[in-house]
């Protein structure tokens, strides 16, 4: 059973890399802008793109009224600029038009499931997007899957290999053990940026390399 090896899983990456400790929730919409700006991008530039609109746009409401292409200007570390600045003011225009507020807070207080349903009607907000904010900022016990999470997954056989992001997601959901979503999925994260690369996977250091099909150990 799936269910069985990825609690193996989980328990043999707590082992190796610890129990990652939970950060401070932070407001929804702040995580939202955070994911998009980390879209095909490393931390350390989607952080410095979010600095920067900090510190050129005092509040959410002018950031979605100023020109477009001072917005990309501002994001440029985080690369394809163009495109996230179009889709992180669609995301502000069509949020506040639709609680005319742009504290998400109450988000926590739905159903997780209808935020993902609503939330996944904008453009540039995939179910990996939204579902990292109900993960981060409203403690919900759900699994994201990103690029490396989702790369692991098919190594490891969890998944067939032709599944996309998305059924990915749905079809790990029931398979996480219950409380340890977020654990497995920072540890995945972990494990798919030092050692599960794309390219040139280091297995021999890899923690859970028992478990794993595609493990190359010569």
């Known amino acids: 059973m799936h269910s069985n090896l990825v609690q193996q899983i ?30 095909s991008t490393n931390d350390r530039n989607r952080d410095a793109a979010y600095r920067q609109l900090v510190e050129q746009f005092p509040d959410w409401e002018t ?11 501002a994001i440029r570390t985080a690369g394809l600029s163009n495109q996230k600045s179009a889709r992180i003011q669609e995301a502000l225009r069509w949020i506040y038009s639709t609680y005319h ?3 998400l807070a109450f988000l ?37 899957v990103d690029t490396h999470v989702h790369r692991i997954c098919k190594r490891l056989g969890l998944v067939p290999e032709k599944a996309g992001a998305e059924k990915t997601h749905h079809l790990m959901q029931p398979l996480v053990p219950k409380g340890k979503a977020y654990s497995l999925h920072m540890n995945f994260l972990k494990l798919g940026r030092t050692i599960c690369k794309a390219q040139k996977p280091a297995c021999r250091l890899c923690p859970i390399s028992n478990l794993c099909p595609s493990a190359k150990m010569e």
């Not at 950031?63 to 200007?73: I, K, S, T």
Request: aromatic content about 4%; some cysteine.
């Open 63 to 73: 950031l979605m009224n100023a020109p477009v292409e001072q917005v990309a200007r």
């Open 108 to 144: 926590c207080d739905m159903e997780p499931q209808q935020v993902i349903d609503t939330f996944m009607q904008l453009k540039g907000v995939g179910i990996k997007t939204i579902s990292v904010v109900l993960m981060v900022t409203c403690g919900v016990d759900i699994f994201p």
């Open 101 to 103: 507020t742009f504290d």
């Open 10 to 39: 989980t328990t043999q990456l707590e082992t190796a890399f610890g129990i990652p400790r939970r950060q401070e929730p932070g407001k929804p919409l702040d995580s939202l802008i955070l994911t998009i700006l980390s879209q």
